[in-house]
């Protein structure tokens, strides 16, 4: 629709609760990148179009014929940082797939959502030369990112600064990390390297030890947006590119508050259907006290926003709801269970029916 090329997954044909558990998972990973587009349009103009250039998004999940299940995405590049070593890019190149690097990260945090998985195959490059992140199955908010290994965002911006940079660990860390790597001597040679091979000035150190720092220390901050916004890194982005539009999103700049409100409740809920719709929304229960016998019926999840539903009938015990938590969270997914939503809670309208 929007004349850019996408990528298609297509997962085995299982069948059964395997190719449903599949395609769960995928409308999960799919609706978390469509809501980060949306987190973008929120945001204004600038972040939008950072989005655009450095982020894919989803543009669809379904289920084959055959059973299974596919995927579809906009077509990134498919050389991996992982073969920065082995390329011929000159310094220049070098420095700006960097700077695109920490730009596509400021572009996920400044709206509140981090990668969380930033190995070498996850940061391609395409024949043009046009750098984008992939696979977004763990996206985050700060909060409860990854604070170590090679998971953190911020490791990945010194790693990855160390292997474009031909810098003493470039080699070793192109394929392979570990916690351990990370000490005070191989901070300071990277400085040092960079210092050397790309003339970053005081200020870009400045920032890029506060990184190093909390890397070593497993704390939060990232401070990636800080680097953003040396002098270095806005140096040397690349110029602005649309290489991954949505048509779900077309126009979302000129939303008000109330429809951008509207598309994120129904987009987050779209697979919630109304739990007082479900046949075991309420059940049974029966209590003998003084010799009397009284029987009552009990609202699973009273008085809550949501649940993961069961079919199973239950007796107070055995099949109880998982009442809100995973079923109300953004990027929700109750696995087996039925994602389901009481009138309480405000996406309540766009949840339809439960359909057998």
């Given amino acids: 629709m929007t004349g850019k090329l996408v990528a298609i997954k297509v997962g085995k044909n299982s069948g059964g609760k395997a190719a449903t558990a599949a395609l769960a998972a995928w409308k999960s990973e799919c609706r978390s990148m469509q809501l980060l587009r949306f987190d973008a349009c929120k945001a204004g103009g600038e972040v939008l179009a950072l989005h655009e250039q450095f982020i894919p998004t989803c543009t669809g999940v379904g289920p084959t014929k055959s059973g299974g299940a596919y995927y579809v995405m906009h077509a990134a590049g498919t050389l991996g940082f992982k073969e920065a070593p082995n390329t011929d890019w000159d310094v220049n190149v070098r420095k700006q797939l960097f700077s695109s690097l920490v730009t596509s990260l400021y572009a996920m945090h400044v709206v509140g959502q981090t990668h969380n998985d930033l190995h070498g195959q996850n940061i391609v490059v395409d024949e043009n030369l046009n750098m984008a992140l992939i696979d977004f199955g763990e996206l985050k908010v700060p909060e409860k990112s990854w604070v170590m290994g090679y998971k953190r965002d911020g490791n990945a911006v010194w790693r990855w600064a160390e292997v474009l940079a031909g810098c003493p660990q470039g080699n070793l860390w192109a394929t392979s990390f570990d916690q351990g790597y990370l000490s005070p001597p191989v901070a300071a040679a990277t400085k040092q390297c960079l210092k050397k091979n790309w003339g970053v000035d005081a200020d870009f150190v400045s920032k890029m030890d506060v990184i190093m720092n909390n890397g070593m220390d497993r704390k939060l901050p990232h401070a990636i947006m800080a680097l953003y916004k040396t002098a270095f890194v806005q140096s040397n982005i690349p110029a602005a590119k649309s290489n991954f539009p949505a048509e779900f999103a077309k126009g979302c700049l000129d939303w008000d508050d109330a429809k951008m409100k509207d598309v994120m409740l129904q987009k987050q809920f779209e697979d919630h259907v109304q739990c007082d719709s479900l046949p075991t929304f309420f059940w049974t229960k029966t209590s003998t006290k003084r010799g009397k016998t009284r029987t009552r ?37 109750c696995g087996d269970f039925i994602p389901c939503l009481t009138t309480l809670h405000e996406a309540y309208k766009f949840t339809q029916p439960f359909a057998r």
Wanted: net charge positive.
């Fill in 297 to 333: 019926q009990v609202q699973q999840c009273g008085n809550l926003k949501g649940a993961c539903a069961t079919l199973e009938p239950s007796d107070g015990r055995k099949n109880i709801w998982q009442c809100e938590g995973m079923s109300i969270a953004r990027g929700s997914q």
